[in-house]
């Protein structure tokens, strides 16, 4: 019986497995360029019967439950939904649809298949008056979208809008079906036993990553102007499972646990967590509540209200160092930095710089690093008077910078807000504006009157002009991945993606062109092993799998692999070799010996689009990955099997 040539082909494989190499198991990765989101389904807020499906919306996401098989199936933009934040969903069930409005007045039609068909008139159209739609009405095959300008009805069955009409239109339909709600009361039960995973709450205010797990905070007091968010520590483990810290907290002295703003793990015990909130700090141990220290219970501790009220105790920028000991921002107060030392007590720090009114520190104290040398870098993130801040806690000593003049003696002191602030691979100190980003060499951070670098991106069109990096745009928050580069999240433009040098911009992700939740981004952290890079927005977290990861030492044959392995005939994306070292030389070779591909690692991973030097897809064989360190030193060799 003659077999197929797929069969063929992978029996070909194993034989050239067996002679050729010796393969170990390696960890299953996610392919780079790949988007994930992390989206909470806690509240439940509307719930339509569709047979024997119930589509949920929850927490302004949506999910769908099967009543026989009990199967769950989230939906979101990484598996076909047009946008997120979802206002209103019905189920047409003449049209056998699922009617999905979104925030923005886009529309989704789902079915029970997982089909989804958007119709995005309504938000594209240009109109006078108000398009936000605050209820649909189903009658037949017909949709009634209820908004401020008017009514838009919608044909279901056929996908497309078949009318509208002002408040003042003739045929303005006045007696519409009432809108049904009896799904919820008859199945809220059923619902609320459900488990569709995610976070409890969509807030990312603040991340940090710590032994591959993800801890994060919700913000609140000047995120967004949200005040009084919940106060919630949720953390994304190196499973991909969701833990949330104790929420039912009575702090002493405060009214309630809210706004928490930043998290800090003992780098002593990474059980032991502390938070800085409007009220002070929290301690947890193993998730669980301990105590918290504001005012009133500990001194250095002062309220910034102007009654003294001790719920409203801004601290922020909290942090360890290597020795454990805890730093936090106090604003508007006495004391502008207060320290918790590894043996328990409790001192505090403040200088003249840091003053804003009479004897009390500036009203926007956020966002500590320590940078390499051991000094803690924060800035303050008020109008009136911008400025960042090194302090060295060796010597008690701290500077101040609030000169932002450029090297060419551009003033961009008007009007500036400072957002940010990182350390990257060469020590410089970026900050992060409302102007776009700026950063200090080495001379400008040991004289602060030099001001500040807006570095220069050279057009390249056969002239010597060159552009300010992301000029005028709003940066919210930077992260650095092990390749030197740098992730700039902004307000309303995304994130953006500067090569190691700083002259090209290698990836630029919105909303409109990628799987990003939101072009408004409240923080980034990175997952150096695994080069993931996650992205706390407006609308909730998502992440995006890049090609670079930690570096290692040294590359031997147990810590460098490649994946997939073999490269199966159905696989059209990146091949990816991690575990190298910086700025590693890479070379594909065939067996013969033949360049297929060559370049340098991005921190430690390496990618192949599969394709020879002339972009022609390779054949099935054995391909040898043959190394050198960044300074000519022999590398390892490992292989990668493809079957076309």
Same mark, same amino acid.
């Given at each position: 019986?003659?077999?197929?040539?797929?069969?063929?082909?992978?029996?070909?494989?194993?034989? #050239?497995?067996?002679?050729?190499?010796?393969?170990? =198991?390696?960890?299953?990765?996610?392919?780079?360029?790949?988007?994930?989101?992390?989206?909470?389904?806690?509240?439940?807020?509307?719930?339509?019967?569709?047979?024997?499906?119930?589509?949920?919306?929850?927490?302004?996401?949506?999910?769908?439950?099967?009543?026989?098989?009990?199967?769950?199936?989230?939906?979101?933009?990484?598996?076909?939904?047009?946008?997120?934040? *979802?206002?209103?969903?019905?189920?047409?069930?003449?049209?056998?649809?699922?009617?999905?409005?979104?925030?923005?007045?886009?529309?989704?039609?789902?079915?029970?298949?997982?089909?989804?068909?958007?119709?995005?008139?309504?938000?594209?159209?240009?109109?006078?008056?108000?398009?936000?739609?605050?209820?649909?009405?189903?009658?037949?095959?017909?949709?009634?979208? *209820?908004?401020?300008?008017?009514?838009?009805?919608?044909?279901?069955?056929?996908?497309?809008?078949?009318?509208?009409?002002?408040?003042?239109?003739?045929?303005?339909?006045?007696? #519409?079906?009432?809108?049904?709600?009896?799904?919820?009361?008859?199945?809220?039960?059923?619902?609320?036993?459900?488990?569709?995973?995610?976070?409890?709450?969509?807030?990312?205010?603040?991340?940090?990553?710590?032994?591959?797990?993800?801890?994060?905070?919700?913000?609140?007091?000047?995120? #967004?102007?949200?005040?009084?968010?919940?106060?919630?520590?949720?953390? #994304?483990?190196?499973?991909?499972?969701?833990?949330?810290?104790?929420?039912?907290?009575?702090?002493?002295?405060?009214?309630?646990?809210?706004?928490?703003?930043?998290?800090?793990?003992?780098?002593?015990?990474?059980?032991?967590?502390?938070?800085?909130?409007?009220?002070?700090?929290?301690?947890?141990?193993?998730?669980?509540?301990?105590?918290?220290?504001?005012?009133?219970?500990?001194?250095?501790?002062?309220?910034?209200?102007?009654?003294?009220?001790?719920?409203?105790?801004?601290?922020?920028?909290?942090?360890?160092?290597?020795?454990?000991?805890?730093?936090?921002?106090?604003?508007?107060?006495? =004391?502008?930095?207060?320290?918790?030392?590894?043996?328990?007590?409790?001192?505090?720090?403040?200088?003249?710089?840091?003053?804003?009114?009479?004897?009390?520190?500036?009203?926007?104290?956020?966002?500590?690093?320590?940078?390499?040398?051991?000094?803690?870098?924060?800035?303050?993130?008020?109008?009136?008077?911008?400025?960042?801040?090194?302090?060295?806690?060796?010597?008690?000593?701290?500077?101040?910078?609030?000169?932002?003049?450029?090297?060419?003696?551009?003033?961009?002191?008007?009007?500036?807000?400072?957002?940010?602030?990182?350390?990257?691979?060469?020590?410089? *100190?970026?900050?992060?504006?409302?102007?776009?980003?700026?950063?200090?060499?080495?001379?400008?951070?040991?004289?602060?009157?030099?001001?500040?670098?807006?570095?220069?991106?050279?057009?390249?069109?056969?002239?010597?002009?060159?552009?300010?990096?992301?000029?005028?745009?709003?940066?919210?928050?930077?992260?650095?991945?092990?390749?030197?580069?740098?992730?700039?999240?902004?307000?309303?433009?995304?994130?953006?993606?500067?090569?190691?040098?700083?002259?090209?911009?290698?990836?630029?992700?919105?909303?409109?062109?990628?799987?990003?939740?939101?072009?408004?981004?409240?923080?980034?952290?990175?997952?150096?092993?695994?080069?993931?890079?996650?992205?706390?927005?407006?609308?909730?977290?998502?992440?995006?799998?890049?090609?670079?990861?930690?570096?290692?030492?040294?590359?031997?044959?147990?810590?460098?692999?490649?994946?997939?392995?073999?490269?199966?005939?159905?696989?059209?994306?990146?091949?990816?070799?991690?575990?190298?070292?910086?700025?590693?030389?890479?070379?594909?070779?065939?067996?013969?010996?033949?360049?297929?591909?060559?370049?340098?690692?991005?921190?430690?991973?390496?990618?192949?689009?599969?394709?020879?030097?002339?972009?022609?897809?390779?054949?099935?064989?054995?391909?040898?990955?043959?190394?050198?360190?960044?300074?000519?030193?022999?590398? =390892?060799?490992?292989?990668?099997?493809?079957?076309?």
């Amino acid at each position: 019986m003659k077999q197929n040539n797929s069969y063929i082909r992978l029996m070909v494989l194993v034989a #050239l497995f067996t002679i050729h190499c010796s393969l170990f =198991t390696s960890p299953i990765k996610a392919q780079i360029g790949s988007w994930r989101n992390y989206l909470a389904y806690s509240e439940i807020q509307q719930i339509q019967a569709a047979g024997d499906d119930l589509f949920v919306m929850a927490s302004n996401n949506l999910y769908q439950y099967n009543q026989k098989d009990q199967s769950i199936t989230t939906y979101d933009k990484i598996n076909g939904m047009s946008d997120t934040y *979802i206002s209103h969903i019905r189920w047409c069930k003449q049209a056998k649809r699922l009617v999905v409005v979104y925030s923005n007045s886009n529309i989704d039609l789902i079915e029970t298949n997982g089909n989804i068909i958007n119709i995005s008139d309504l938000y594209t159209k240009s109109i006078t008056g108000d398009k936000t739609v605050s209820s649909i009405r189903i009658d037949g095959v017909y949709a009634y979208l *209820i908004c401020g300008f008017g009514i838009v009805k919608l044909n279901v069955q056929r996908a497309e809008i078949a009318d509208s009409y002002t408040t003042n239109h003739p045929d303005y339909p006045t007696s #519409l079906p009432a809108e049904d709600n009896s799904d919820y009361d008859k199945y809220i039960q059923l619902v609320s036993s459900l488990k569709p995973g995610g976070p409890k709450y969509n807030y990312f205010h603040n991340m940090i990553m710590h032994e591959n797990n993800l801890y994060t905070v919700g913000g609140g007091w000047y995120q #967004l102007g949200n005040f009084k968010r919940p106060g919630i520590i949720q953390v #994304l483990n190196d499973n991909k499972d969701w833990i949330v810290f104790q929420e039912n907290i009575t702090p002493a002295f405060a009214e309630k646990y809210e706004d928490a703003n930043s998290i800090a793990i003992d780098p002593l015990n990474s059980k032991h967590v502390m938070v800085a909130s409007c009220s002070g700090i929290y301690e947890f141990m193993d998730g669980v509540f301990q105590k918290n220290y504001t005012q009133g219970n500990t001194d250095y501790f002062q309220s910034a209200a102007s009654d003294n009220h001790p719920s409203y105790v801004r601290t922020d920028g909290i942090i360890y160092d290597k020795q454990g000991n805890l730093y936090c921002l106090n604003s508007g107060s006495k =004391t502008a930095i207060i320290k918790l030392s590894n043996n328990g007590t409790w001192s505090g720090f403040m200088n003249d710089v840091l003053i804003d009114k009479p004897n009390l520190s500036m009203r926007g104290l956020i966002g500590s690093i320590i940078d390499s040398k051991g000094c803690i870098w924060f800035i303050n993130h008020h109008n009136n008077k911008p400025a960042f801040f090194c302090y060295n806690p060796q010597t008690n000593s701290i500077k101040k910078y609030n000169t932002f003049i450029n090297e060419d003696g551009t003033s961009l002191n008007t009007n500036i807000i400072i957002n940010c602030i990182c350390e990257d691979l060469n020590g410089y *100190i970026w900050v992060g504006t409302n102007k776009g980003p700026v950063y200090l060499k080495e001379e400008q951070i040991n004289d602060s009157s030099l001001g500040v670098i807006q570095h220069k991106v050279p057009r390249n069109d056969g002239t010597d002009y060159a552009d300010y990096l992301l000029s005028g745009i709003d940066i919210t928050c930077m992260a650095v991945d092990k390749a030197g580069r740098k992730w700039f999240g902004t307000s309303n433009n995304g994130v953006y993606l500067i090569s190691t040098d700083n002259n090209e911009q290698e990836q630029h992700f919105t909303a409109e062109n990628s799987k990003l939740l939101s072009n408004y981004i409240t923080s980034i952290a990175i997952n150096n092993k695994t080069g993931e890079v996650f992205f706390g927005t407006e609308k909730g977290l998502c992440s995006y799998i890049s090609d670079a990861t930690e570096p290692n030492t040294e590359m031997t044959t147990d810590n460098v692999w490649a994946y997939p392995n073999p490269v199966t005939p159905d696989y059209t994306g990146l091949i990816t070799i991690t575990g190298l070292s910086y700025d590693a030389d890479v070379k594909i070779l065939s067996t013969n010996g033949a360049l297929m591909a060559e370049g340098r690692s991005n921190g430690g991973t390496f990618t192949w689009n599969g394709c020879d030097r002339n972009g022609n897809r390779v054949a099935s064989g054995i391909y040898m990955v043959v190394t050198a360190t960044s300074d000519g030193n022999k590398g =390892t060799v490992c292989k990668i099997a493809v079957v076309r």
